[in-house]
């Protein structure tokens, strides 16, 4: 199982052991990301990071991960001061990648870009998000955080909160979360969901599942909450947003009834959905979990470009 | 005294004994910002420069000393590619700093925001500018253009020119010259003098202080000029400010009656109240000022992250 | 010949000698710019990269090659982002570029913007662009790639294809290959064939020069075709613009009676004006000639910093 010269585009094309084996690298890096010891593992290698789309913490921790290991990045945060304008196609940009670099790092608004651009680059293509479609380095950052705060994944009941209708994030990590043995609880309003064919999916992968409209019954049962936002848009009804809202708020009294030890996770940024009085508790896992996304992707970039087996 | 570990958010927090030991090691480190002498004293570190308005010297000279030093830096220069439009708190992106990087250097377009940034950052938190508030690094380096180029700043004659009601940059410098013993000549237009309050507390800080609405006066008596913008915004009649803006320009004319040794400061970027006649002469000193950005801010982010004590 | 501190405003100011010097230590930089050999050559130094206007080909090349060479870059890529909406002049631009970097990479839409600038800015300046003046990186990568792929320049024939008239690149490109001695052909439509006077200026150089409308005649003639972009906005009617886009479109099915050797260039990005059909046959050269700015733009930087003789 060498990882020199993959592709990151989807988690779907990861085997559990290979997962592991990223983590098992990630937890390396740690003193490193933490700024506590040096290296120059990367040292010759230009990194490509391209962002069709505004998405800071992706964009700066693939930065910070790479500049840790000694590297350096090339790149744009805005679509308007590229060629994109002049009408180029993603498949030449991924060319232009594959000459001025050793890896590209590509977010974009359209499902597929990922897949697209990887045909094109004969460099390592990580995907940093593709519009509805996948997110895989946030899904490993997931997993990572929840091995080192909940000791193991296997067992562990992780409760989904907020938008699970068209959330990405959850997607995968559901998936991935399922492949590690996770029971899951999927907290949502009848309007936001899990769709049906993920649900049916997770069953063919033999999962543990539950589904609820009630949060403080998933608080008392679950390891660890994962919130994501519950975006405005997606209601015609400003009064039932804002019901809703309400509703699946995670604040400090709500977590008055948890276990001691449950961890409260969100991809970031948050708006609402967590109070910032939850910041002060023991609870709160978001800005720790946030931080882990530079480990996670010090090692995928040191492992597709050959510098760790 | 140590440094390792310390915000900037205000030049008051700073004791002339703090100031002057920044500026010595601001003196160390000019070989290597003129590209002299290598360094990589700042090898494995990472610098967030995040800036949510427009400032080019300032970002590029923090982004020019942690290279000269080796390190590197990630960041924005434009909030539009950010969360901030997703509706981010200030206080969550400074985890993110915290998370991603050692230090933060934080430009903001309103007063407060270091601070609150600062409180929430656990790495240093420098200052860049937070609207009418502070920008002590720019203080920093007007202090050490002047110790460089006079000598001394105790008992010489400092006149500050232009638009001292508003300018956020004299009112600081003229707390920090005060405190090193400077006597000071304030020559504005009616309408921009220096606010009473900052009077009050120059007098009361003990400060030698004269006001004139004479700009030939000043130059004759004084040792340095330090001139600012008149913003044409803070005229109701454009007639006012074509007056204005003419009686307080700063050219080749003017100066033949100042001192052979005179030197003409100006925070950057001018427009018309410094002449480009004035670049050719001796008293130009406004580009190595800005040059001076470089070793201070080198300095200050050496001490900040411990490196040198 | 040393070329330590010097600016790169126009290819007129390189002798042949001079070129071919810098693509000697271009090839020497090959395996750097392939990621296959380390260096540190330039591992003190700090790059500025003043975009006035989108490049991204150009803007990412530079920074690919010093960034490869161990060093580092500051800049924007955006107008926006700078003091230029202040009112700034471009000469107090270039002496900050001078203040905190060694040398100077300038993008900027009026013609004439690199010579004012390197007249102020006292370290090197490089023209990466000056509206509807001049790209001399451009054309030595040009010339790089033919003297690689071809094996020599002299004797060789080069067909210019497309907007011949507005085309910067073009002219740039047809004085240096006479310069090396090459035969030109110039296929154009009518409305866009080379103007008289670089016609007359090619002649009095002794150039070998052919016209045609004929775009099949010159890809069985030629050594390489070099194409570049036909743009909407030079016609007034765009029934004419699809006509004559459809005539001078590079495709696959056109280079069946070509040279089995023959290489198709373009300075990229491209729109129609070569089919994606072209990619995969052994004549596409556009990607490899992209690559090429690497190692070119490396020569030129170790030149101009005086780190290479």
Redesign the interface.
Known sequence: MSFKGRDVVSIREFSRQDIEHILDVAREMLPIAE?KK??NML????L?TF?YE????TR??F??AI??LGG?Y?????P????M?????L???A??A?????AMVLRHPHEGSARLAAEFCSKPVINAGDGAGQHPTQTMLDLFTLREELGAIDGKTIAMVGDLKYGRTVHSLSYALAMFGAKLIFVAPKELQMPKEIIDRLNAQGAELKNTTKLDDAVKEASALYVTRIQKERFPDPNEYQRVAGTYQVNAELLKCADDKLIVMHP????TEIS?DVDATKHAMY??Q??Y??PVRMALLALVLGEVD
């Open positions: 700024g040096k290296s040292g010759s290698h230009v490509s962002f505004p998405s800071t913490r700066l921790s930065q910070s500049c840790r350096r090339i790149g744009f945060a805005d308007n001061v590229t060629s304008k002049k009408g180029e196609t498949a030449d940009t060319k232009m594959e000459a001025y670099s050793d970031l940024p948050r708006v910032p800005f720790k946030a931080f996304g530079v």
